[in-house]
């Protein structure tokens, strides 16, 4: 059973298309993130739900928005892609401190 | 605020020999640590957790970190490297009460045969 699922694993698109990963978790999680990690393997979070709430918002463009449709699910959605957008995307999910990450979403942006 | 410095960007040891990834923390309250690894083209997954239990921790596939609040560290160790320990390693500092993790720079082990 997988507990950190994403989708699509692999997604390769132009400049200025809208595109969206999915993310769920059938941990019984509260807490969902999303995380950029760049072509230097550096990981940033994005942002964090708790209940459907967003809890964490960092700066990030507002071409990225995030969307919880209920506390298994945060989807990202992201408008008008650009180049510097290229980066692996993961989901994580947490009850407490310790978070599990699902396996990817390698975005490509040409 | 809280950050997290990892001392080296890559490491490289020969197999059967120890291994030493260092990392180093700043937080204002009493911080949760974590090592995770990821091997290539993969997600990453939790080696080992401190928190505010036994300083010395031991994670899967025989690593083990201490933590040293003294020194502010909290080195990953090995006693054997293993081929199949190549991969990149992030250390991560999450306090208590948040939800957020920082992480390291990441430490590329790299193990010669």
């Known amino acids: 059973d997988t507990a950190v699922s994403q989708t699509p694993k692999y997604l390769v698109t132009q400049m200025g298309n809208d595109k969206s990963i999915k993310c769920e978790q059938n941990?019984?999680?509260?807490?969902m993130y999303w995380y950029k990690q760049d072509s230097k393997k550096f990981l940033k979070i994005m942002f964090s739900?708790?209940?459907?709430?967003?809890?964490i918002n960092e700066t990030v463009p507002n071409r990225f928005s995030p969307k919880s449709p209920d506390k298994a699910h945060l989807n990202l959605h992201i408008n008008s892609l650009e180049l510097g957008d290229s980066a692996v995307y993961f989901c994580?999910?947490?009850?407490?401190?310790?978070?599990?990450f699902g396996p990817g979403t390698r975005l490509t942006v040409t | 605020a809280q950050s997290v410095t990892q001392l080296d960007s890559h490491v490289s040891v020969s197999e059967g020999t120890p291994v030493l990834l260092r990392c180093n923390y700043s937080?204002?309250?009493?911080?949760?640590l974590f090592w995770y690894v990821q091997h290539p083209n993969k997600g990453l997954q939790l080696l080992l957790k401190?928190?505010?239990?036994?300083?010395l921790v031991k994670g899967i596939n025989g690593f083990e970190a201490e933590f040293k609040k003294s020194e502010t560290s909290f080195h990953l160790t090995k006693p054997s490297a293993h081929m199949s320990d190549a991969a990149e390693y992030f250390c991560?500092?999450?306090?208590?009460?948040?939800?957020?993790?920082?992480f390291g720079t990441g430490t590329r082990l790299k193990v010669l045969a």
């Open positions: 991560v500092v999450s306090d208590m009460g948040t939800y957020k993790y920082i």
């Open positions: 994580a999910s947490s009850l407490g401190y310790e978070q599990y």
């Open positions: 941990l019984g999680h509260d807490t």
């Open positions: 739900y708790n209940n459907k709430e967003l809890i």
């Open positions: 937080s204002s309250y009493s911080p949760s």
């Open positions: 401190y928190t505010s239990a036994a300083t």
